[in-house]
């Protein structure tokens, strides 16, 4: 679908200014294309430290800005250009220092200068700490922003990035977005259609997923861990839940926020997760491993702290974990779909393949964590989705991870039926 305006697709300046949130801004660019605009993205500098242009280019089709002198830009008047054939400037999030350089008619970026130079309606969703939020030079900016016309998606309380509470948390995505749509003129229905998918395929079934890495013990100070951020695991629990099931998930350690909604079982060990898994999984529907869990764990975890001195070596003797994947596909009950991961560097399909096998799984879901944009601590995956008995594979390009999650989410949907057909 798509919303004309002057003959072409309504477009949308996305303005990207460098705070921990910016990765939402990721999520709003999703929606609004999903209203049928098209979107265009410039960041700040500082934007693209906490998300690579990259992401945005890969999931927009077009160059992102963010320093129009740079070499690579193909459009040498890129301000002018970008500001006259966009309309709405939309900035996600929008920090104070954007804030006052708007307010004051500062063009020393790209994203800046843009501001300046467009005649397109502005919308900006500020998201800081309380205290900047709070400051009156900070208000005193927004007054100025307000009375020059330019629309706020007002910051809401919460629990911060920097842990503490209070007000400056960046607007639920969906609310940005669908403001952005109403002041376009976009009916509701249409962002209402992009945000709140009515489609409850789920509805019934229980999910189980694991999620994030595990830590194993060396000694009370030291563990053996990965850099798994949870992010793919609540991914899937975020999706799952949209869509009308219910969902537990074990998790072991992690940085990304869980969903709101889904029930949160701590388990941080190989071995405290299986034994969580092992409480859970016989009730649920549907078992999901996503968790990278260590494979080795020191055989004797030392109870005091092992001293550096006396010694220049320490040879740790590891021992395998018990498999919780297989373990659970083993131990199945009737109608329990498993599926699993796979997190490879090479031979990914064929490795992916003799896993969906040797454990006895429904679905695999192979990610090659070695290619830019897949696997650990990415907002994006790349997958190929293996299913039991078929042949062809399920290619999944560079994606968000809740789209890579809606994607397993439908080949579940299809073991389900042909489950069922069966039965
Ligand atoms: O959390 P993110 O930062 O978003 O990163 C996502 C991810 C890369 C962690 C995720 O996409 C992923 O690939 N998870 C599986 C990682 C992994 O451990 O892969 P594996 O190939 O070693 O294990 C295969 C499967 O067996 C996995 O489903 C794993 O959960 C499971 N397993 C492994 C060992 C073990 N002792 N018990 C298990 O259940």
């Not at 919308?123 to 005193?140: K, L």
């Not at 031979?347 to 969906?356: S, T």
Request: glycine share 8%.
């Amino acid at each position: 679908m798509s919303i004309e305006s002057n003959d072409r697709p309504v477009r949308i300046g996305l303005g990207v200014s460098g705070g921990i949130a910016a990765y939402k801004a990721v999520e709003v660019m999703r929606l609004l294309q999903k209203a049928g605009c098209d979107v265009r993205v410039a960041m700040t500098k500082h934007a693209a430290e906490f998300v690579t242009p990259l992401t945005f280019r890969a999931l927009s089709g077009q160059y992102v800005l963010v320093d129009d002198y740079a070499p690579s830009n193909p459009d040498p008047i890129a301000h002018i250009n970008f500001s006259q054939e966009i309309d709405l400037l939309l900035v996600v999030p929008a920090t104070a220092n954007i804030i006052a350089k708007f307010a004051n008619g500062v063009g020393d970026d790209f994203l800046s200068s843009t501001y300046l130079a467009s005649n397109a309606p502005v919308m900006i969703a500020p998201a800081m700490n309380t205290s900047m939020w709070d400051h009156p030079a900070t208000q005193r900016n927004i007054a100025k922003l307000k009375e020059d016309g330019v629309r706020f998606v007002e910051p809401v309380a919460g629990e911060l990035a920097c842990r503490t509470v209070g007000t400056g948390k960046l607007e639920d995505v969906e609310n940005i977005a669908a403001q952005a749509l109403t002041l376009l003129g976009i009916p509701d229905g249409v962002s209402g259609k992009a945000v709140e998918p009515s489609d409850q395929d789920l509805a019934g079934e229980r999910f189980l997923i694991t999620v994030g890495g595990t830590r194993e013990q060396i000694d009370p100070v030291r563990f053996i861990s990965n850099r798994s951020s949870g992010k793919m695991g609540f991914a899937l629990a975020e999706r799952a839940l949209a869509r009308g099931a219910e969902v537990t998930v074990v998790a072991g350690s992690f940085s990304a926020e869980p969903p709101e909604g889904i029930k949160l079982v701590g388990a941080m060990s190989a071995a405290e997760m299986f034994e969580a898994v092992e409480k859970e999984f016989g009730s649920a529907t549907v078992f999901v491993g996503a968790a990278a869990v260590s494979d080795f764990k020191p055989r004797d975890a030392a109870s005091a702290k092992i001293k550096k001195e006396g010694r220049e070596t320490l040879t740790l003797e590891l021992e395998k974990t018990r498999d919780i994947l297989s373990h659970v596909s083993e131990n199945r009950h009737k109608g329990l779909i498993v599926a699993g991961f796979a997190a490879e560097s090479e031979n990914v399909i064929e490795y992916a393949r003799q896993k969906l096998e040797k454990k006895g799984l429904d679905l695999v879901v192979a990610n090659d964590i070695t290619r830019e944009g897949a696997g650990f601590n990415t907002e994006t995956n790349i997958a190929t989705i293996l299913v039991k008995g078929r042949d062809e594979a399920v290619e999944c390009p560079l994606m968000l991870k809740t789209e890579l999650a809606d994607r397993i989410l439908d080949e579940i949907a299809v073991v389900r039926q042909r489950l069922a057909a069966a039965a």
